[in-house]
């Protein structure tokens, strides 16, 4: 009942950051269609995200959730210690031995202009919006009881505890490059812990449907934040969202069609606003896996953890249907065509599609079996190994367009790893093709 209850919590408060602003956000939340309705088991419906429970109880369920979070972390140490026995945390990278990359040349003497002239340490701000994916969730966890607590400093979008010796991240890596750089999770917490968090906004069970959200909420973070310049300071933002779309909510709409328009709808909605309000900002928007590739990846699952990946991808099983199968292809297609879209281009202003995913279970695989050290103990969520990982390889994309196969080599953090060089010293801002 417990874990049951925590599953409730984390589900109902989704991209709902500050009890402070319940109010604002209720009415952010009307104004985007996402409707306030009683709360049953039964009535899974369209856009249940919020709802009269969430609007009464939010308070309790995020002190709930908040509990199990900080009683978790006072054992931080021993969770630690037990995933890297298991081999799901990478290797630490011992003193003597340097970054590969030579950092001399990586930020410019000049603040640049020019999106296109933006070295790794040009960038001031990172902020990462997702699902639990960059929230953290379960990336350490041992069991059902811990299985919510969000280790949002590990995500490899938008965590920097530690550094990038014990924790490759994103953020970790441009960190070197400036070491002013602001914005990544400091630690592990809920978004609400607005100070450890900062503007790693994740939340378990966020669908695309909620991003306008998640884009208010980092606006007006910017806006109230003194550290931030919102003209001056160059922003990177990342951007991974869509699996529960994909697992959840696609199957349980009526209408694909319907879906669809209201999944397009929202992605436009978050761009327009992010390019309305944030100047100079450099999006990394990583697609989720194509349809074919998802189902590859249940298929691939070690047979212990197949059975968790159909609890918490519950369409899977229904993609034998024409109709759906071929909605969660033109889901695909329809995130790329907005995020390629010439509004969203200019001098200041850039969306970075990443397909570092279309092959993903390649890169976890060995001898076509995906490797446990690669997943949390949960088997869906990525462990600390798996986000150095993907660190590693969105690194090298932002760099220059990775090779698809993602080859077993790359399963080491530090293998294949990329640096700016004289020849190619500037972030990619033209996204891949597909
Ligand atoms: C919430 O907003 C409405 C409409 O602006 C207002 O009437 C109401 O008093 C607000 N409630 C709280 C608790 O601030
Ligand atoms: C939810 O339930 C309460 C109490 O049963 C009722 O007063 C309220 O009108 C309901 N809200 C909606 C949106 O149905
Ligand atoms: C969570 O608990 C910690 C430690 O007790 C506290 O500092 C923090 O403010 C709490 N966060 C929320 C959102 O209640
Ligand atoms: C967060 O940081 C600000 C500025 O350093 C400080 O004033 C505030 O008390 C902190 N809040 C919490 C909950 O620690
Ligand atoms: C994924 O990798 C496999 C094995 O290397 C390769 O055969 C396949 O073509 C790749 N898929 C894509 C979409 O590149």
């Given at each position: 009942m417990?874990?049951?209850?925590l599953?409730?919590?984390?589900?109902?408060?989704?991209?709902?950051?500050?009890?402070?602003?319940?109010?604002?956000?209720?009415?952010?939340?009307?104004?985007h269609?996402?409707?306030?309705?009683?709360?049953?088991?039964?009535?899974?419906?369209?856009?249940?995200?919020?709802?009269?429970l969430?609007?009464?109880?939010?308070?309790?369920?995020?002190?709930?959730?908040?509990?199990?979070?900080?009683?978790?972390l006072?054992?931080?140490?021993?969770?630690?210690?037990r995933?890297?026995?298991?081999?799901?945390?990478?290797?630490?990278?011992?003193?003597?031995?340097?970054?590969?990359?030579?950092l001399?040349?990586?930020?410019?003497?000049e603040?640049?202009?020019?999106?296109?002239q933006?070295?790794?340490?040009?960038?001031?701000?990172?902020?990462?919006?997702?699902?639990?994916?960059?929230?953290?969730?379960?990336?350490?966890?041992l069991?059902?009881?811990?299985a919510?607590?969000?280790y949002?400093?590990?995500?490899?979008?938008?965590?920097?505890?530690?550094?990038?010796?014990?924790?490759?991240?994103?953020?970790?890596i441009?960190?070197?490059?400036?070491?002013?750089?602001?914005?990544?999770?400091?630690g592990?917490?809920?978004?609400?812990?607005?100070?450890?968090?900062?503007?790693?906004?994740?939340?378990?069970?966020?669908n695309?449907?909620?991003?306008?959200?998640?884009?208010h909420?980092?606006i007006?973070?910017?806006?109230?934040d003194p550290?931030?310049?919102?003209?001056?300071?160059?922003?990177?933002?990342?951007?991974?969202v869509?699996?529960?779309?994909?697992?959840?909510?696609?199957?349980?709409?009526?209408?694909t069609?319907?879906?669809?328009?209201?999944?397009?709808?929202?992605?436009?909605?978050?761009?327009?606003?992010l390019?309305?309000n944030?100047?100079?900002?450099?999006?990394?928007?990583?697609?989720?896996?194509?349809?074919?590739?998802l189902?590859?990846?249940v298929?691939?699952?070690p047979?212990h953890?197949?059975q968790?990946?159909?609890?918490?991808?519950n369409?899977?099983?229904?993609?034998?249907?024409?109709?759906?199968?071929?909605?969660?292809?033109r889901?695909?297609?329809?995130?790329?065509?907005?995020?390629?879209?010439p509004?969203?281009?200019?001098?200041?202003?850039?969306?970075?599609?990443?397909?570092?995913?279309?092959?993903?279970?390649?890169?976890?695989?060995e001898?076509?079996?995906?490797?446990?050290?690669f997943?949390?103990?949960?088997?869906?969520?990525?462990?600390?190994?798996?986000?150095?990982?993907?660190?590693?390889?969105?690194?090298?994309?932002?760099?220059?367009?990775?090779?698809?196969?993602?080859?077993?080599?790359?399963q080491?953090?530090?293998?294949?790893?990329?640096?700016?060089?004289?020849?190619?010293?500037?972030?990619?801002?033209v996204?891949?093709?597909?």
């Open positions: 417990f874990v049951l209850l599953f409730l919590s984390v589900s109902l408060t989704s991209a709902r950051p500050d009890p402070a602003i319940v109010n604002q956000s209720t009415q952010l939340l009307r104004r269609g996402a409707k306030g309705v009683n709360f049953t088991f039964l009535n899974f419906e369209n856009g249940l995200y919020y709802t009269e969430d609007t009464n109880l939010r308070d309790v369920l995020l002190q709930l959730r908040n509990f199990t979070q900080q009683s978790v006072t054992q931080f140490d021993w969770v630690r210690a995933n890297m026995e298991e081999g799901r945390m990478q290797q630490p990278v011992l003193n003597s031995d340097r970054f590969p990359c030579d001399s040349e990586g930020r410019s003497a603040r640049p202009t020019l999106i296109s933006l070295r790794p340490g040009d960038i001031d701000i990172v902020a990462a919006f997702g699902d639990s994916g960059n929230s953290g969730t379960g990336i350490m966890s069991g059902p009881l811990d919510y607590v969000d949002r400093g590990y995500s490899y979008l938008g965590g920097g505890f530690e550094t990038w010796r014990t924790a490759l991240t994103l953020p970790n441009l960190k070197l490059y400036n070491p002013q750089l602001y914005g990544y999770a400091v592990h917490s809920l978004t609400a812990d607005k100070n450890v968090s900062c503007f790693n906004l994740a939340e378990a069970m966020l695309v449907q909620d991003l306008p959200f998640q884009a909420v980092l007006e973070r910017f806006r109230s550290k931030v310049n919102i003209r001056q300071h160059w922003k990177m933002l990342s951007i991974q869509g699996a529960n779309d994909l697992c959840s909510e696609l199957c349980n709409w009526p209408d069609d319907a879906f669809l328009r209201m999944e397009a709808h929202q992605l436009h909605k978050t761009f327009r606003l390019k309305d944030v100047p100079r900002l450099l999006i990394n928007y990583i697609v989720l896996p194509d349809i074919d590739e189902l590859n990846m298929r691939k699952a047979s953890c197949a968790r990946m159909s609890f918490f991808c369409c899977h099983i229904k993609y034998d249907q024409q109709m759906l199968y071929n909605a969660a292809k889901f695909l297609h329809l995130q790329l065509s907005i995020a390629s879209s509004e969203f281009r200019s001098d200041d202003f850039a969306i970075v599609t990443h397909g570092i995913l279309r092959n993903v279970s390649n890169l976890w695989s001898n076509g079996i995906m490797q446990k050290r997943f949390a103990n949960d088997c869906v969520h990525y462990s600390q190994l798996g986000h150095a990982v993907l660190a590693k390889t969105l690194w090298n994309n932002m760099l220059k367009p990775n090779n698809v196969q993602l080859p077993e080599a790359w080491q953090p530090f293998n294949n790893f990329l640096c700016p060089n004289p020849n190619r010293p500037f972030l990619r801002t996204g891949d093709q597909f």
